[in-house]
């Protein structure tokens, strides 16, 4: 399955339920899906916040597939490197009021792949083979091979 969404919160909200009710259609255990659910909602509040930064007309693509393994794959298309407005987490968690604001979409793109990188055992992240961009790949084991 190929998303495309826009650079906005409300969709990374969207992609975490579409994942989510594919992933169970797999046979995935409840506490695996949790962690997709968490993991994929890192993923893309990181290309949202690269994008809205960096390429705000650009769409972000989410594929899901699975074909042996679970697997989820979130490209956007900031430049190589890019970071969203803050870079030191401890900063911007200093200036934070409340929990909404910790949900922000304005946390640290390096703090959201740190989370992922805990939450994935399969994950790989690459340079785009196309333009500029970065590809998330995450997968998991499917049910029978769990």
Do not use: N
Request: charged share 20%; aromatic share 2%; hydrophobic share 45%.
């Amino acid at each position: 399955m190929r998303l495309q969404i826009s650079p906005t919160s409300a969709h990374v909200r969207t992609v975490r339920l579409v994942t989510t009710a594919v992933a169970r259609r797999t046979g995935l255990p409840d506490s695996v899906l949790d962690v997709i659910r968490l993991a994929v909602g890192e993923a893309c509040s990181r290309a949202v916040s690269l994008h809205q930064a960096y390429a705000p007309g650009e769409m972000i693509t989410v594929l899901l597939e699975d074909e042996g393994k679970f697997v989820v794959t979130v490209c956007d298309s900031a430049p190589a490197g890019a970071q969203t407005g803050h870079t030191d987490p401890l900063e911007f968690l200093a200036g934070v009021d409340s929990a909404e604001q910790r949900d922000s979409d304005l946390m640290p793109s390096g703090l959201g792949m740190a989370v992922i990188d805990g939450l994935v055992d399969d994950l790989e992240i690459a340079p785009a083979s196309s333009g500029p961009g970065t590809v998330v790949r995450m997968s998991w084991p499917l049910a029978a091979q769990v």
